[in-house]
């Protein structure tokens, strides 16, 4: 209902669709608040005659971290997105290490992407995506020319490489592994 009120196409949506969202939002323990939990699209579905609207759940990247924090998997994580002005340098092997400083005032277009995720012994890794590495992923999306990685494409970088940082945590909490499997269900 609280969603309804901020988007009101969520109520022209199925009763099933509504149905199978708050099954969603339980297996994952996430609310459908958006930022750090997931979000309520109604989106129409022409492939069924007559079309009818559906409700579909999309995990918030801050939710993917919250739910791999509460299973213990990692303590924090964050993204940040790299710009062809920053200085960014980093390097991989036996002692990794990164270098992010953003210019000041015009930062310039979008070039890299990275993830930290701090570990329950606090122990720090990261992971790095290259903008090639973001369009190969924007690029097999079902939205990929419209919504947020038009609209939001910093916002859905950070979710990119957050999504690869989870990866090796597959298996490890059935709440992660639903909000993923909804993710690809939704996003193509």
Not at 17 to 37: H, N, R, Y
Not at 56 to 68: E, H, K, S
Request: hydrophobic share 40%; proline share 6%; charged share 25%.
């Amino acid at each position: 209902l609280t969603a309804s009120s901020r988007n009101p196409k969520i109520l022209d949506c199925t009763n099933l669709s509504v149905m199978q969202f708050a099954m969603k939002c339980s297996e994952t323990g996430l609310e459908p608040i958006g930022a750090g939990g997931c979000w309520p699209i109604p989106y129409m579905n022409n492939k069924v005659k007559p079309a009818v609207m559906e409700l579909t759940f999309i995990p918030d990247y801050r939710g993917l971290v919250n739910c791999a924090k509460h299973a213990g998997c990692i303590k924090d994580a964050y993204a940040e997105v790299v710009k062809e002005n920053d200085e960014f340098d980093y390097s991989l092997g036996l002692e990794p290490a990164m270098h992010h400083k953003p210019a000041r005032g015009d930062r310039g277009e979008l070039e890299a992407v990275y993830c930290v995720m701090v570990f329950p012994d606090d122990t720090r890794r990261f992971i790095v995506m290259e903008a090639k590495d973001v369009a190969a992923i924007r690029s097999r999306s079902n939205a990929s020319s419209s919504g947020p990685w038009v609209s939001d494409t910093a916002e859905m970088w950070k979710k990119t490489v957050i999504r690869r940082a989870m990866k090796p945590f597959a298996g490890m909490s059935s709440n992660l592994d639903a909000a993923i499997e909804a993710d690809d269900a939704a996003t193509g």
